[in-house]
């Protein structure tokens, strides 16, 4: 760091020197021929001459001794820069934007840059931003650079394409500033490989912790329920309703009384009679009546084997919460404004089997009622699946 700091000062001086004595000399000397040619040179001149000499000598020392300090503030200043510029973690690339917005030459970059994106230095140097995106990203990428070059700063994502081919997620933070004529963005790039895995991985173990949940529910319930109720998962509701017979729209409040009486006809053809069809038409009253309620409207479903009988009402509402539904299944008269309040009760106590599905496509709540009461007894090996 001595060499490089003393030899521009010291080359300045002695410049400063040379030019100053080389003035001193031809001026002085030159003027007194002018004045008075073909005299001696008095001892007045030689003097002034030899005092200029001196003022130079003086003066040089100071000149190298302000340069000197000049330059070691400076390379001080740009040791400080380079090694924290060296030493992030995260890829830092600086380049020039055209008066357009568009980017231009990659100008500099750190050594985090060049192993990210697998180029050489003198490589990467010769690229632009829009190199290292992918063609299907460029267009987002480029607006983002837009907004950069009209706010000054921005914070985006984008993929970049390393020299192998490879594509990597990263976030990209970028800051603009005006050095005399041109623009220079300042952009950092954090490698979002990991962040990505982990937020994945903890997707993935929510989403495992809330079947184990709901499976810990659903065996939960069925068991203290004797078989009489099962909680479904969403997709498995569709195949509830294969071999539906009927099936009648509920648009809304006024066609209810409608519905239920033509959900009863149809039971009551296939067999369901007596207090049997009374207790069902009670079930399957409170169903449509909580479709109506939670999702103003629904479907109902009717199907039938050589034993029993089963309607469905299926709505299209926001479902309901899970964490509520042991509390409703198990607690009497426990209700939410979310839940399926009191009538899930009455279902309960009234159908031989119930099936319920919820989640964020709506609900489907299953009922059966077998024809004869000596066949509700077999309602657990219905109720488990294989």
């Not at 000049?70 to 030493?87: P, V």
């Not at 750190?110 to 460029?138: F, I």
């Not at 009863?264 to 309620?293: I, P, Q, S, W």
């Not at 299926?314 to 198990?330: E, N, Q, S, W, Y």
Request: glycine share 8%.
């Amino acid at each position: 760091m001595k060499e490089s700091v003393n030899r521009p000062a010291l080359r300045i001086a002695v410049i400063y020197a040379a030019a100053a004595s080389l003035w001193i000399l031809t001026s002085d000397w030159l003027l007194f021929w002018l004045v008075s040619p073909g005299e001696q040179v008095s001892k007045v001149t030689l003097s002034s001459v030899l005092k200029g000499l001196v003022f130079v000598a003086v003066t040089s020392a100071a000149l190298y001794a302000l340069v000197r300090a000049s330059i070691l503030r400076l390379y001080r200043s740009e040791s400080r820069t380079h090694l924290l510029f060296s030493s992030i973690s995260d890829s830092i690339f600086v380049f020039q934007m055209t008066d357009e917005g568009l980017p231009g030459a990659i100008i500099d970059a750190n050594e985090s840059a060049v192993r990210l994106t697998g180029y050489s230095r003198d490589a990467l140097l010769r690229l632009t931003p829009a190199d290292l995106v992918p063609s299907r990203e460029r267009p987002s990428t480029l607006k983002a650079l837009e907004r950069l070059w009209r706010e000054g700063d921005a914070v985006f994502e984008t993929v970049l394409l390393r020299r192998g081919g490879e594509e990597l997620p990263v976030e990209v933070c970028a800051r603009t500033e005006r050095i005399g004529e041109e623009i220079i963005c300042l952009a950092i790039a954090r490698d979002l490989t990991e962040r990505r895995r982990e937020e994945e991985e903890r997707r993935q173990a929510f989403e495992q912790a809330e079947r184990d949940k709901r499976e810990f529910y659903r065996q939960t319930i069925l068991a203290v329920t004797g078989g009489h109720f099962l909680l479904g998962e969403e997709d498995e509701a569709p195949e509830w309703l294969a071999g539906a017979e009927f099936s009648a729209k509920l648009p809304g409040p006024e066609h209810l009384s409608r519905v239920r009486h033509q959900a009863m006809d149809y039971c009551r053809r296939r067999g369901l009679t007596g207090e049997r069809l009374e207790h069902f038409e009670l079930a399957v009253g409170e169903a449509l009546a909580n479709a109506v309620k939670h999702a103003g409207g629904g479907f109902l479903y009717a199907g039938a084997d050589d034993h029993s009988v089963w309607v469905a009402v299926v709505d299209h509402g926001k479902g309901m919460d899970t964490f509520t539904i042991p509390r409703i299944a198990l607690v009497p008269g426990f209700t939410t404004k979310a839940s399926m309040g009191l009538g899930f009760t009455i279902m309960l106590d009234s159908a031989d089997l119930l099936r319920l599905a919820t989640g964020s496509e709506g609900t489907t709540v299953w009922l059966q009622k077998s024809l004869e009461p000596a066949a509700s007894r077999e309602r657990v090996s219905t109720a488990v699946p294989a």
